[in-house]
């Protein structure tokens, strides 16, 4: 077969069009076929459409071959009707040339005819034969059924008779002398009830696959009989294994139980035989009351330790056969199916008030011996499955239920908010008795009961772990309500017009500076231990936890910090603010020095007066305080120093500048006046230059007052020429010549 992928031989008559070596496909006015499209290999008698189409398809589109190959076949329709029109005479002479074609059509058809029904009745003769094959393949297939049923049967009867006489020889196998320890006759009586066991398991098997027959039916009887016979025989043996801790024995009823898959039977005869006296040893019932009698209250600590002992002694050889490797016997569970199980039981009939949370530390301790309890069963599984396991089991989950966390956290919820709104609700600040307090303590007893609040939140006897998110959420709401608390009263402090609105914030508008400074003191140490050591002993508690999750904690105590810290600057203006307003009330004499020398023939002053050592009064009585000099750092005297001066040098200045231009303007009216009248006296108009006008005299006194003013700044270590408001106080009263320099 020609190469398809070489390029057809080239024609005589060149294109009018030449083809680049990239030209694949042709162009659509070409005439002339693409390159790949060699006409000459449909002539070939080995030519293969689907080979050929195969190989074309790889590198041209099937919509372009198909369009290739209509224009060829529309090209070579044309080329067959002008060779029709050219030789047209000979086309026609064609048919005079054929003789007698009806006679050979008759010949030809007559041996297709006979080939044709002998093909057919071949073809019915064949059908025949295979539909009587596939009859026969039925009937076999529904005999081979009917035997494979009937042999099921068979085997089930066999199953059945067999296992009746194994338990007929289990009498045999019993001791004579039933109260003496024949080790030997109870192991071959175990070995005999595993066999047994083993021929259920095949019963059953048996069974399932032939349901709804009469036969089986018919041996419903037998196989209900033979089945309680082996339970009971079953769980006698076990119990007299249990009863001498024959681990062989054992060991064999357990493989016998789990054969017949009824291991709740084997749990439950461990359960009742072994570990429920036990445990009533411990925690006795008492029907008539539900108390118990003999035993330590409604506290389990000491029960446990009880339990555990007996566990160790009498329980644990079991559970080691149980967990031997590769022994079948995993499906059992014997630490949740019957020693908890029994455990809960108990508590439930002789303890209930146990699992009440009425009474949260009794509960909570009760709760975390139970925990201690169940990490202390969970050492006995041999492996991380097992304890999965065990924690899945319907009794661990129902003991878990009874234990409502979800109550408790509310009692204690209501017991540590309570504690903190009942403290708040107080009408005023309460300070710590001194004599309890130390230095580095907090003052307050709000603060003090926050502190408190805070720390129970996490406490041993307060904390459940699995709640912690509870707890972390009850602590971030304490720190909430104490700052809507503090922000709340501080406002209702700044609006003093409406009193009577503040109901519930008196001790903020009765609150004193030095009430304040309390305030001020307490944030402070809040503050430190709640981003400090309370913050370590919560990451501490929780560093089991995922490092995202202590991460997401430790961020919401430092903003729980950050939000009481940023209550500092209210609480640091709300004094500055009070101690300016003490402050303004000797300013407020100022006025009186207008009367003073307003049309008076007073000389001009020469001291300072008396109401500018009252101004800086309050403030230093403040600073020099017991209260301030204890309870703020240097750092803070020194913010409320520069605050509460500029303040008041303000207010000093803004009453000066009112009081020199209401002056003036005063002054320049009644000269308007005097001028007037003068001239209508006729009386000369010359005014000496020398002679001193009130206002003059007034600033004189003002100059002296700030001078004064200043050095009195300057006691308490301030520099009044640095304080822009005492500049302009300055501007404003100095004498021309001393306008430049500052000096007192």
Request: aromatic fraction near 6%; include cysteine.
């Amino acid at each position: 077969m020609q190469d398809l992928q070489s390029p057809p031989p080239p024609s005589p008559t060149p294109s009018p069009h030449p083809r680049s070596t990239t030209d694949l496909f042709g162009d659509p006015s070409d005439p002339n076929p693409p390159q790949w499209l060699n006409p000459s290999l449909f002539q070939s008698q080995n030519f293969d459409p689907q080979s050929y189409i195969s190989d074309l398809r790889t590198f041209v589109p099937l919509q372009t071959l198909r369009t290739e190959l209509k224009t060829h076949f529309t090209s070579l329709q044309h080329d067959l009707i002008e060779l029709i029109n050219r030789d047209y005479a000979d086309f026609v002479s064609l048919s005079t040339n054929l003789i007698d074609v009806d006679s050979s059509v008759v010949r030809m058809r007559a041996p297709l005819l006979e080939i044709r029904e002998k093909l057919g009745s071949f073809r019915e003769s064949l059908i025949g034969c295979l539909c009587l094959l596939q009859e026969r393949l039925k009937q076999r297939d529904e005999a081979g059924e009917a035997r494979e049923v009937l042999e099921l049967l068979l085997d089930t009867f066999h199953v059945v008779s067999k296992v009746e006489k194994l338990i007929k020889e289990l009498p045999n196998c019993v001791p004579s002398n039933g109260g003496q320890d024949d080790r030997e006759s109870r192991e071959s009586q175990s070995m005999l009830l595993e066999r047994i066991a083993s021929e259920m398991n095949r019963l059953k098997f048996y069974i399932s696959h032939a349901k709804n027959m009469p036969f089986i039916e018919n041996m419903e009887k037998r196989i209900m009989n033979v089945s309680s016979l082996l339970d009971a025989s079953l769980g006698n043996c076990l119990v007299d294994g249990l009863e001498n801790k024959d681990v062989n024995a054992i060991y064999n009823c357990l493989r016998a139980y789990a054969a017949i898959d009824n291991t709740k039977n084997a749990e439950e005869t461990f359960r009742l035989s072994v570990v429920g006296p036990l445990i009533r040893k411990v925690i006795p019932e008492n029907a008539a009351s539900g108390v118990v009698s003999g035993s330590s209250g409604n506290e389990l600590e000491e029960d446990y330790v009880k339990i555990k002992k007996y566990i160790e002694e009498d329980c644990k050889f079991l559970l080691d056969i149980s967990s031997i490797e590769n022994s079948g016997l995993h499906v059992s569970s014997f630490l949740a199916n019957s020693i908890l199980k029994e455990v809960h039981s108990a508590i439930q009939k002789g303890k209930p008030v146990v699992f009440s949370p009425g009474r949260p530390s009794v509960f909570l301790k009760n709760y975390k011996a139970s925990l201690d309890f169940l990490a202390h069963l969970e050492g006995y599984c041999p492996s991380r499955a097992e304890v999965v396991k065990f924690r899945s089991e319907a009794a661990y989950v129902d003991f878990m239920k009874q234990w409502n966390v979800g109550v408790y956290f509310s009692l204690r919820f209501q017991e540590i908010a309570g504690a903190l709104d009942s403290a708040l609700s107080v009408g005023g600040l309460v300070p710590v008795a001194s004599d309890k307090r130390k230095p580095q303590d907090l003052i307050l007893k709000q603060s003090v009961s926050l502190l408190e609040c805070l720390r129970s939140c996490w406490r041993d006897d307060v904390l459940v772990l699995s709640c912690s998110d509870k707890f972390l959420r009850l602590s971030l709401q304490l720190i909430s309500r104490f700052s809507s608390w503090l922000s709340a009263g501080l406002a209702a402090r700044k609006a003093t017009d409406n009193v009577g609105s503040n109901t519930g914030f008196e001790w903020a508008v009765s609150a004193v500076p030095d009430d304040l400074v309390y305030i001020v003191h307490d944030l402070n140490r809040l503050v430190e231990e709640v981003c400090g050591d309370y913050l370590e002993h919560i990451l501490e508690l929780l560093k089991s936890c995922p490092a995202e999750v202590c991460d997401f904690v430790k961020q919401s105590i430092l903003q729980g910090g950050t939000s009481l810290k940023g209550h500092l600057p209210i609480v640091m203006s709300a004094i500055i603010d009070t101690i300016v307003e003490k402050s303004a009330e000797d300013l407020r004499q100022l006025k009186g020095i207008t009367a003073t020398y307003r049309m008076t023939n007073k000389p001009l002053p020469v001291r300072h007066s008396p109401y500018v050592s009252g101004v800086l009064r309050p403030l230093k009585e403040f600073l020099e305080g017991e209260r301030a000099a204890t309870c703020l750092t240097n750092e803070m005297r020194n913010e409320l120093l520069q605050g509460a001066v500029l303040e008041i040098t303000q207010r000093y200045n803004d009453l000066v500048s009112e009081l020199v231009s209401m002056s003036r303007r005063t002054e320049s009216s009644l000269q308007k006046l005097r001028l007037g009248a003068q001239r209508r006296a006729g009386a000369s108009s010359d005014v000496s230059d020398h002679n001193l006008s009130d206002t003059d005299k007034i600033c004189m006194q003002l100059f002296l007052d700030i001078q004064e003013y200043a050095r009195s700044l300057s006691l308490l270590g301030l520099d009044a020429a640095s304080l822009p408001p005492y500049q302009s106080l300055w501007q404003c009263v100095a004498p021309a010549e001393r306008q430049n320099t500052i000096s007192f």
